[in-house]
């Protein structure tokens, strides 16, 4: 099935916090079929522009507080 990216999410560059398995892989694979980019490893040459987290805590939270 072929999926038509949205407008606008080729600027996004998401990451997931909090959620694993399975969950964790269905809603990276919607983003990106939205069109947005998946940023899994932050490192301080790779930024996000979104969050999606399962608790306002942690490693990911924290930087995006900042955005």
Not at 4 to 19: K, R
Not at 29 to 35: E, Q, R, V, Y
Request: hydrophobic share 40%; charged share 20%; glycine share 8%.
């Amino acid at each position: 099935m072929a999926y038509e990216p949205i407008q606008g999410m080729e600027l996004v560059d998401a990451t997931v916090s909090g959620y694993h398995g399975s969950e964790r892989q269905n809603l990276i694979k919607l983003m990106t079929h939205a069109g947005a980019s998946f940023v899994g490893v932050l490192s301080r040459s790779n930024a996000f522009t979104n969050l999606v987290c399962w608790k306002f805590q942690g490693r990911k939270y924290e930087p995006a507080k900042k955005l």
